[in-house]
């Protein structure tokens, strides 16, 4: 008869009676958040051991407009010990908004986070047992940001010219502006002809690009004559930065400033080459590409490293891992088999392979045939 008017009692109370106590609660430890009306107070055991320890949450709750409960207002999370292990805030819509502060089960503050909306989005600072800040970095909309002062890239003099029989390309200048070191950087391409139509998607990428560096990048655009294509719409994809010995991503950051108007080259008449020994011209072609003067083993290590990327992308894209052995048989069967360091119109950079060049390499007829493909 008591436990049926027990618990016809704390139906009546509702939410706040049963929200008070928990069983699960270590004994003794009265709560010490306070809920103003109508708010109440959720008491809730955590089941994960941290720190050696299990924790518990108090929060306040409200139902919302379907009489779901719903976390808004303050909470805080104790150490079975009793020490506080985080407090903050919750938004209207149970996110976490405002500045979070956890600590380790000895008191001592482990971080502070400024957050909005539930996610990070200010200063983050870790601390160690002892105190002493350990980190302290930015981050906006919950990714880490790099704090680099004009993080921003520009494109210097784009050129649309013919790169080889079957290949156009477009040649620009790449400068960081940043006072950082861009590790890696990505950028898709949609060109147009002069009706405003798009003829082609192409991608291109470059590396190690120092603090107000500039740097020469091409685009390799498949099977379009040079002369039809009259603008270009360059976009970032990727930028990793590295500080303090570490890479992470800072795309969302970096913008890019480019002008869609592209110059086209002056055709230039050949003219003929000075006759020379055919010892000579065999020993130069076995040492160095014909025209970018790089030695042929880099070349070739440059394009099987961009071979090698370029069919990981391939198989990422087709929802696959790819197969490793298979993409690098292939690659290494073209460098051995054919002379790419002579394709010097697919050079990045006068010695460097791009990904897209690369490619373009891969997809030739006369390769597939003899190395297969991805």
């Known amino acids: 008869m008591k436990r049926l008017i027990m618990i016809s009692f704390l139906v009546g109370l509702g939410l706040s009676a049963f929200a008070q106590a928990s069983d699960d609660v270590p004994a003794g430890l009265k709560p010490i958040l306070t809920c103003k009306p109508p708010l109440t107070l959720k008491r809730t055991m955590r089941d994960s051991l941290e720190e050696g320890h299990k924790s ?40 976490k908004d405002g500045l979070i502060v956890t600590y380790y089960p000895n008191g001592k503050k482990f971080a502070e986070a400024e957050t909005k909306a539930g996610k990070d989005n200010g200063k983050v600072v870790l601390y160690d047992r002892e105190g002493s800040v350990t980190s302290e970095e930015q981050y906006r909309d919950g990714a880490r940001v790099s704090g680099l002062s004009d993080p921003s890239l520009v494109v210097l003099s784009p050129v649309a010219k013919q790169c080889s029989d079957a290949h156009a390309c477009i040649e620009f200048e ?7 070191l861009l590790d890696f950087i990505s950028l898709s391409c949609s060109i147009f002809n002069r009706k405003g139509e798009l003829i082609a998607r192409e991608s291109t990428n470059t590396t190690n690009l120092a603090a107000g560096q500039s740097k020469t990048v091409k685009v390799i655009i498949s099977n379009v004559n040079a002369d039809t294509i009259e603008r270009w719409e360059p976009k970032l994809t990727r930028v ?9 991503d800072a795309t969302n950051e970096f913008a890019l400033n480019s002008s869609a108007s592209l110059k086209k080259a002056e055709k230039q008449a050949k003219t003929p080459e000075a006759p020379r020994s055919a010892v000579a011209a065999s020993k130069e072609t076995s040492t160095r590409s014909v025209a970018s003067k790089c030695s042929v083993d880099a070349v070739k290590m440059s394009f ?23 993409i690098d048989t292939v690659c290494r069967c073209i460098a051995k088999g054919f002379n790419v360091e002579a394709l010097d119109s697919l050079l990045q950079g006068g010695c460097e392979y791009s990904i897209p060049a690369a490619r373009a390499v891969v997809g030739m007829d006369k390769v597939r045939l003899q190395c297969g493909a991805f």
């Open 56 to 95: 518990f949450m108090e929060e306040c709750v409200n139902r919302d407009k379907n009489g779901d409960l719903i976390s808004t207002g303050p909470y805080l999370s104790r150490w079975d010990n009793g020490e506080i292990r985080q407090r903050g805030q919750y938004d209207q819509l149970g996110r």
């Open 174 to 180: 790449l400068k960081n502006k940043s006072n950082g």
């Open 240 to 248: 990793s930065v590295v500080q303090k010995s570490d890479t992470f």
């Open 304 to 326: 099987v490293k961009s071979c090698t990327y370029a069919g990981q992308l391939q198989a990422e894209s087709s929802g696959g891992r790819g197969d490793a052995n298979k």
